[in-house]
């Protein structure tokens, strides 16, 4: 995929504390921005379980764990590790724009990666 079309800065790098994720919403869709293992990630916030917001949880091994139940989604995929969730959560495509900690983080909702 080319171009920023559909890309809306969220943050910048500097604002992402690693494995701590931040929660945004862009056109009414919550999204979960997570820095880890050197890359950010962008992923639905909301668990495919249940109503429940995944930047609520805990980033380990490129995964996001859901606090209710505790199935985990993969930042790159959005896959569960197992029950209860079953289905995968949409993933979003990210671009960083610069350089350092002031480096713009961009989202796009209107693709999914
Ligand atoms: S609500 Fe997320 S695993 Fe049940």
Redesign the pocket.
Known sequence: MTGTEGFVPVCTVGDLEEDVPRRVELGGVPVAVVRTEGSVFAVDDT??????S?SEGEVTDCRIE??????SFDLRTGE?SG???TRPIPVYPVKIEGDGPGAAVLVSVTQES
């Open positions: 668990c495919s379980h249940a109503n429940v995944l859901c606090w209710l139940h505790g199935s569960p029950l209860p969730a």
